[in-house]
């Protein structure tokens, strides 16, 4: 069965021994920050912090920061077991007499599991505020020195596209501007910005309805950061991971439906072409993204459960919480990049890359030039078009190796032959790029060259020792009392 709720998660960590409960006071301004970052650093476990100064609410960080935990919370034993699946959808055809259609049957079911269930009711409303409540009630983190304030860090944030009506979910940072208004970070390339849009550009409204829930059931939070395409449901996908719909109840005063198990809900609007100066923020670049005019969001009505747990995560120089979110993303969407790219046997992107800044690619290579094809097949896919770095080796290469990688590749190139520079957009945190979301990228061909692409030199073998040598060794090696 699915976790029902971000407390069913809770205990499963605890169970695993991979949650720690802090019992004493600590101060969600910088020092819960500094014992996240430390536990992360030192592969320790998930921290809840029980009385955190000033409040009486759980603040709950570090669910998802290692792979272990991630597993705990898709409730596998790999994540390869949900890439599996997807492939087992992708490679589903049209069954074949009586008996095909019989071992169809469990996975058309399970198909129907996936989509999101409106329910009356949920305990994220069992306390409903329209009036006297307070953002600075519930404790949310100033994370580092230097930010423009206090910042809600692992938001579900639901829009909904004016167009179509279809619900959008992602995960945006909020900084609280005081009791009942936040920034709505929202890069330009999002989808909630592009309801934004939209929704202005029509002219026929002045707000946009929003609402934003904090805690949940791991499967739908995590949804909220996966790179989807435009108007695929994020709770649908939620479905998926979890093997279960996602029950979700439509708001007291925005026509907008949040998980019914969540912890608190924001509801409110924002007033189209209002700005505010948003920021800085120590973000997952490791550097701290610059202040910035951003969206303001009016916050009517909260509502949340009986004693809600406040979950929240950090982000800072890596490795942080977000790289094993996103390491799950690279082993679990990889089937789906091969639908485009089938060539692909294997990507990584390294904590260090900070997702946009390097993605390694191996290749199956059967033309001249393939090298480059991938490149830019890669660049012109969802937001993989923010990769600033492209590292494509051949099918022999262990990308997860990082000293392989640097080994073969250092060596295969010619740089001013492999190195190829393109311009376009890029990802909005990138503060080295000429432009705010438009700069340079590098693809780099690591592949071995053929005569084909004008290497007419010979290409020589790694080197390696013969097979039966290395038996005979073995056995020589135990004898020598080597260890």
């Known amino acids: 069965m699915a976790y029902k709720d971000l407390r069913e998660f809770i205990a499963a960590l605890e169970k695993a021994g991979e949650l720690k409960r802090i019992p004493f006071e600590v101060d969600p301004a910088l020092e819960i920050t500094e014992f996240a970052d430390r536990a992360v650093k030192r592969n320790g476990p998930a921290l809840l912090f029980e009385k955190p100064k000033g409040h009486s609410v759980p603040v709950l ?199 019914a198990n969540s912890e608190i809900v924001l509801e409110g609007y924002l007033e189209l072409g209002e700005l505010r100066t948003e920021g800085p923020f120590g973000d997952h670049t490791g550097f701290y993204s610059l202040a910035d005019d951003y969206p303001v969001f009016h916050v009517q009505c909260v509502t949340h459960r009986k004693n809600p747990i406040y979950a929240t995560t950090i982000v800072g120089p890596p490795p942080m919480e977000d790289f094993y979110m996103g390491k799950a993303i690279e082993r679990i969407f990889l089937p789906l990049m091969r639908l485009n790219l089938p060539e692909v046997r294997d990507i990584h992107m390294p904590a260090e890359g900070i997702f946009h800044n390097m993605i390694i690619v191996a290749i199956r290579k059967s033309y001249p030039g393939h090298a480059r094809k991938v490149m830019h097949g890669i660049w012109g896919t969802g937001q993989a078009m923010f990769s600033k770095c492209i590292v494509v080796v051949d099918e022999d290469v262990n990308v997860q190796n990082l000293s392989e990688v640097a080994w073969k590749a250092l060596n295969n190139i010619d740089p001013q032959r492999d190195i190829e520079f393109v311009l376009g957009p890029v990802d909005s945190l990138d503060h080295a790029s000429r432009l705010a979301n438009f700069g340079s990228k590098m693809g780099i061909d690591a592949t071995k060259k053929w005569p084909a692409e004008g290497f007419t030199r010979p290409w020589p073998d790694v080197i390696t020792m013969k097979p039966e040598v290395k038996q005979r060794v073995d056995a020589l090696w135990k004898q020598a009392g080597l260890k």
């Not at 998802?64 to 390869?80: G, N």
């Not at 095909?100 to 305990?123: H, N, Q, T, W």
């Not at 909020?174 to 550009?201: C, N, P, S, V």
């Open 61 to 259: 960080i570090n669910a998802f920061a290692s792979m272990r935990r991630m597993e705990i919370a898709l409730q596998v034993d790999s994540v390869q077991e949900i890439a599996d699946r997807i492939t087992d959808y992708l490679q589903m055809k049209m069954p074949e007499g009586i008996l095909g259609k019989i071992k169809m049957l469990p996975m058309l079911a399970e198909m129907g599991s996936f989509f999101p269930k409106i329910v009356s009711d949920g305990p994220c409303q069992e306390v409903v505020k329209k009036d006297g409540f307070s953002l600075f009630d519930f404790p949310i983190l100033q994370c580092w020195p230097e930010d423009g304030g206090r910042y809600i860090t692992l938001p579900m944030v639901f829009s909904k596209n004016p167009e179509t009506g279809k619900r959008n979910c992602g995960c945006y940072r909020i900084q609280i501007f005081d009791e009942r208004t936040t920034g709505m970070h929202w890069q330009t390339h999002k989808q909630g910005a592009e309801h934004y849009r939209r929704l202005r550009a029509q002219g026929k409204v002045s707000r946009m309805e929003a609402a934003i829930a904090v805690g949940a059931d791991p499967a739908a939070m995590y949804s909220a950061i996966l790179p989807l395409p435009p108007d695929l449901d994020e709770m649908m996908i939620a479905g998926f991971l979890r093997r279960q719909p996602v029950e979700m109840v439509r708001c007291k005063t925005v026509d907008i439906e949040v998980p």
